[in-house]
């Protein structure tokens, strides 16, 4: 499995061996992990404080990396605006994400989340491994299953209107219609 993992920069310099260990586990467990980015910064005021460009660079991969995967994890202890936006923004993709914290610093907004893609697991080193391969295989029973067909031309134009006019991708919008119609179908739900 393609999984992106990643953790604040700010709970490296406390926990780099604890982040470590997680990311070897992944690739113990036999998935890939797509980026190593975070272990690869040496200086966290230089990469705080780099170039724009730099900057944007950085957003790419992280956007490009969520989307690449088939899971995303989270190391959450250290409290972090970025880790709620890739959290956020994997979730939005309808990607399963497991958001893992240490004992003592549960991620309080993730928390309140509801979403049956997201697991907000406490961890300790003696447990991580058991830990990480139950919600790596929970993870993957949520992933999507990609379904393509063909649609008239009419059909495209009005899911192009649908998208352009109403800021909502096509594909949302159809499963959103499917979604409402399996909750009144009472055959299906029997």
Not at 41 to 53: L, M, P, T, V
Not at 103 to 132: C, H, M, R, W
């Amino acid at each position: 499995m393609k999984i992106f993992y990643t953790a604040s920069l700010r709970g490296i310099k406390t926990n780099r061996e604890k982040l470590q260990n997680i990311y070897n586990l992944i690739e113990k467990l036999g998935h890939k992990n797509l980026d190593k980015v975070l272990f690869n910064i040496e200086d966290k005021d230089k990469f705080y404080n780099g170039k724009h460009a730099e900057k944007i660079s950085h957003f790419q991969r992280m956007i490009r990396s969520i989307k690449q995967s088939e899971v995303v994890i989270l190391e959450v202890s250290t409290h972090s605006l970025s880790m709620g936006f890739i959290l956020h923004k994997a979730l939005e993709m309808n990607k399963p994400v497991i958001a893992l914290y240490q004992p003592g610093n549960p991620p309080f907004f993730a928390q309140g989340i509801e979403n049956d893609k997201l697991q907000v697991i406490e961890y300790t080193e003696s447990d991580l491994e058991n830990i990480l391969k139950d919600s790596i295989d929970y993870a993957q029973g949520k992933s999507d299953v990609r379904f393509n067909f063909f649609i008239s031309p009419e059909i495209g134009n009005y899911l192009d209107w649908i998208s352009k006019v109403k800021k909502i991708p096509r594909s949302v919008y159809l499963r959103t219609l499917i979604e409402k119609d399996m909750e009144k179908n009472s055959e299906f739900k029997s």
